[in-house]
């Protein structure tokens, strides 16, 4: 029988392996890479560490990730003989959930460190993480202080330019919604492309998105004035962009409750 912590089960499938279904949810940029194993360490969550097939693994966290040895550590299992495995294993996949997003990184070649003067296990740094999220994506509003501007752009039947700047009323990872005037409306048909818009977020910078329209909708404010709300979703937006507007909704929803809390400065 294994014990508590080391299970035997048939061979799991990991995402990472089919990058064809799911390369928008890869991130290879180091510096993002980081970020999120980072948070993992700092939420210390729970992660499963699956040796090799998978057929084998052990709960575990992230003791640290240290950027200057190019290092991520992780906490030994309870039981040598997991342990022995975990350093004989040849492929070593981390799986964890951060924000209700499954990760997953794939490891090779763990070793015995003492770091600060903690048992790990420890490996070089993952060159690929992935980022699954498959519910529906959390929308936010951005704070009316610090709005996030849209610049896109569209030809006229005469062959001309037609540009607009627009303000978000949410954004999520799967699209935004922009706040036009109503008098545009002809120039939002639904199902319309509009290609590498600008996205210009307070506190992260630019990025251009491709958008497309499905949905344009009349609202009136409290007092009284009608504008057009045209929802749109992104088209073949990479890991990393995602990553960026994840980042920045997650920064803005911890200020939020940080404020509302009274644990902000």
Same mark, same amino acid.
């Given at each position: 029988m294994p014990s508590a912590n080391e299970v035997q089960?048939?061979?799991?499938?990991?995402?990472? /392996?089919q990058p064809e279904e799911f390369s928008q949810f890869l991130l290879t940029n180091p510096r993002e890479i980081a970020f999120y194993l980072q948070l993992l360490a700092k939420q210390r969550s729970i992660v499963t560490v699956y040796l090799d097939d998978g057929r084998h693994f052990f709960l575990s966290s992230i003791v640290a990730v240290d950027?200057?040895?190019n290092l991520i550590l992780l906490d030994p299992s309870h039981t040598e003989e997991s342990n022995l495995?975990?350093?004989?294993?040849?492929?070593?996949?981390?799986?964890?959930?951060? /924000?209700?997003v499954k990760m997953q990184v794939r490891l090779s070649n763990l070793k015995k460190l003492t770091y600060?003067?903690?048992?790990?296990?420890?490996?070089?740094m993952p060159g690929l993480l992935l980022r699954l999220q498959r519910r529906e994506f959390f929308r936010l509003e951005p704070p009316l202080?610090?709005?996030i501007q849209c610049k896109l752009a569209t030809t006229k039947s005469d062959g001309s330019t037609q540009t607009f700047e627009l303000t978000l009323s949410d954004i999520s990872g799967g699209g935004v919604s922009l706040i036009a005037a109503v008098e545009q409306a002809a120039n939002f048909p639904r199902d319309s492309l509009f290609q590498d818009c600008r996205l210009e977020i307070p506190g992260e910078g630019v990025i251009q998105v491709n958008l497309r329209v499905r949905k344009t909708i009349e609202i009136s404010s409290r007092n009284g004035e009608h504008s057009l709300r045209v929802g749109c979703e992104f088209v073949n937006l990479s890991g990393t962009k995602l990553a960026f507007i994840e980042r920045y909704i997650t920064r803005i929803e911890r200020e939020r409750k940080a404020r509302d809390t009274g644990l902000s400065d």
């Open positions: 089960l048939a061979n799991p499938v990991f995402e990472i /392996d950027l200057s040895e495995a975990a350093l004989a294993a040849s492929r070593i996949t981390l799986v964890a959930t951060l /924000d209700r600060q003067g903690q048992n790990t296990l420890s490996s070089n202080s610090h709005p």
